[in-house]
């Protein structure tokens, strides 16, 4: 009895040129992956992978599947090839157990038909089944289904623990050959917040490349101070000319004074009436105070004074004290006087006439 022959779901195709999506994905690590590459880079959309678990957590005893769908690319730059997970295609008709999954024919014909209907522009990229309490690997028959349903190097399976929670994707190496023991992580494409809803334990996030520091304009050298000319010698001074003889200070004479100058006179106090003859004579004392805002002079006479000196210091004084004031006029005699003289004209006339 010959075995039947299983055709694949889909036609191998070419791939579409489109671009890396990495500057909007976080990639995510599975143990030990650093050290071994992959054949095929997988990014996986949010609401497919909320839609994984939220059919992987609605059956946690037995084992549940679908079918992935998306788009398999090729970069334009690079010319790597890479596979987009779009769409998902729960399998509802199945027979399954704790340990075992079947797609019967009903279930690939609802499945292709919605394929058809709701993701024209899409195609089947692989597909994903849960392994409850059982952990991450591909038996058996699981890869026997891989290898005649999904036989392309760009279709890929992914298997879910949804008790861990855990997940990875089984990916065919360069040599199109696939370890069932060993699973790949994925990039997460991102929302436009730039948040992730990645909880699988199993992966962890890779750190982001450090952005190497702009480098910055070199300093430029202070300039150096420009070497000084030699001064020149300064000019020495020619001998000075003897100076010229300073003449006479001419005397300098004091400015008269503001106010007129009071001019006392000191002497010895009279003697008693009737005294007896005449005492000796003192010698005077003579001072002159000239009283101004600048200065104060004081004449003093010796006391046995030069009769020559005597004559021309009093010359001084009387040059300090200025012309003599008018003789004072008693007005009051003066209306008497006119009052009485026509009495002392009538008693002149009298006597006359006697």
Known sequence: MKEKQVRPLVSAGTPRRARIPHHRAHRWLADGEPGRKAGMQVFLT?????????????DLDN?????????????????????????LL???????????????????????????ERYAKKGIVGWYHTHPRMGLFLSGYDVWLHEHFFPYPWQVALVVDPHA????FFVRDGKNDLDSRRYFGFHELLNRKGESIVDWRNLHGEPKPQQAAPPQPAKQ????????????????????????????????????????????????ASGPAGGAGPKKEEPKRLELTAQSQTAE?????????????LDQRQGVLKKFE????????????????????PDNEASASKEAQK
């Open 46 to 58: 949010q609401p497919v992978f909320r839609a994984i678990n939220a059919h992987a957590s609605g």
């Open 63 to 87: 084992e549940v599947g679908g079918w992935l769908a998306g788009r398999w690319c090729r970069d334009i730059d690079t010319k790597a090839e890479f596979v987009v997970v779009e769409a």
């Open 90 to 116: 729960p399998a509802q008709q199945v027979r399954s157990g704790s340990t075992f999954l079947t797609f019967t024919h009903d279930s690939q014909v609802a499945m292709l038909a919605a394929l058809e």
């Open 165 to 168: 929670p855990a997940g990875g």
């Open 221 to 268: 050298a202070a300039p150096q101070p420009m070497a000084e000319a030699p001064k020149r010698p300064a000019p020495q001074a020619a001998d000075p000319l003897p100076a010229a003889p300073k003449a006479a200070a001419k005397p300098q004479i004091p400015p008269p004074p503001a106010n007129k100058a009071d001019v006392k006179v000191s002497g010895p």
């Open 297 to 309: 002079v004081k004449l003093a006479v010796a006391p046995n004074p030069d009769p020559a000196k």
């Open 322 to 341: 200025g012309p003599k004031p008018p003789a004072k006029v008693n007005l009051r005699k003066k209306e008497e006087n006119k009052t009485n003289a």
